[in-house]
């Protein structure tokens, strides 16, 4: 993947955040409130537990598709990052060798089921994470954050963090662009070329820097916080969503969902 491929990648999933779905016009707190506590009830359950885990994923699926989210995206970010949740889980099935189960003959070790716990909580969990910036922003969960009660200047800090990120890559980008055209084969890679190509970069982000800030000072950010244009107000079907969804997380969380499933199959193929 080049560089300019991998800038736009990383901003399409800014880009998800301003669609106009019902996902997206519910109040961020609503949002960021639902994926902590669906955070929590997914970690909660025991290491050995894997099929009580399963129902939660009606959450991400039920976001992704009145969300607009491409499902494909999704899942790209998830085995991107998924080696090292298979890195901490990996040695379970070395160190944890007792049986704790046998399917069609076959017995599967407690470290083996601990792996797929693992597994399959990383991908809940960061599948909530990332619908949750899809279809709010990452400045609109710092909003959100700030107006729960967090402290202004730690919410400022994150919105700094990943708005500058965004500048930070165009600079690079710029740069490298220029190396590119300046450079044939493999001239311009090696590391005395790159050395200085991080110090150029260096340079024009603290001129860069300078920059955004006077125009930050003329657009009214004098106390530290950044100013909003708009708020939106906590309306009935945010309340209505917010106490359906954590209804639902609790059910999940407290009845064996999938075990009454199984025994209801059971019998209805056992008569």
């Not at 998830?78 to 007792?98: C, K, M, Q, W």
């Not at 969503?241 to 639902?248: K, N, P, Q």
Request: hydrophobic share 55%; net charge positive.
């Amino acid at each position: 993947m080049s560089f300019d491929n991998a800038y736009f990648s990383v901003g399409f999933l800014d880009r998800l955040s301003y669609q106009d779905t019902f996902v997206h016009r519910l109040d961020a707190r609503a949002k960021v409130i639902i994926t902590a506590a669906f955070l929590l009830a997914v970690i909660s359950f025991p290491k050995y537990e894997v099929s009580a885990i399963l129902p939660f994923s009606l959450l991400p699926v039920l976001l992704m598709t009145l969300g607009d989210i491409p499902a494909g995206f999704v899942l790209r970010k998830i085995l991107l990052v998924s080696p090292f949740a298979i890195l901490v889980g990996i040695f379970n099935p070395v160190l944890d060798r007792a049986a704790a189960l046998e399917v069609l003959g076959l017995t599967i070790s407690a470290g083996w089921v601990s792996f797929f716990s693992i597994m399959v909580k990383f991908t809940l969990s960061i599948s909530a994470a990332l619908l949750l910036v899809a279809t709010t922003s990452f400045p609109g969960i710092c909003n959100a954050l700030q107006r729960l009660g967090v402290p202004g200047i730690f919410t400022t800090q994150l919105v700094f963090l990943y708005r500058y990120m965004f500048v930070l890559m165009e600079e690079a980008m710029r740069i490298v662009r220029a190396r590119d055209m300046r450079s044939f084969g493999q001239r311009g890679r090696g590391v005395r070329v790159f050395v200085r190509l991080v110090g150029m970069l260096f340079i024009r982000t603290m001129s860069r820097a300078e920059r955004i800030y006077n125009a930050m000072l003329s657009r009214g950010f004098v106390r530290g916080d950044i100013p909003q244009l708009g708020q939106h107000r906590f309306a009935l079907i945010d309340l209505v969503f917010m106490i359906v969804a954590l209804g639902l997380l609790v059910l999940f969380r407290m009845v064996p969902v999938t075990g009454l499933i199984g025994q209801y199959v059971r019998g209805v193929f056992a008569g």
